[in-house]
């Protein structure tokens, strides 16, 4: 989904879901579910940590190919 490739990139870009989901004018725990289906569907896209979000190698690839 269109949709969904742009929620990744718009937390890659932010480094942050948080702040991702206040760029996307959503709130941070439908971003975040979206984001975790998408991992479900495909590969662990996100490291996750108490500050930012790092893609692993998975997920650069996914951000080269969107």
Known sequence: DIRVL???????REESI????ETLR??????SRQLSDLEDELEK???RGSK????TED??????RA
């Open 6 to 12: 742009q929620y990744f990139l718009a937390v890659v």
């Open 18 to 21: 948080t702040t991702a989901a």
């Open 26 to 31: 959503m709130t941070q725990p439908p971003l």
């Open 45 to 47: 896209l996100l490291i």
């Open 52 to 55: 930012k979000v790092t893609l």
């Open 59 to 64: 997920g650069m690839l996914l951000r080269k």
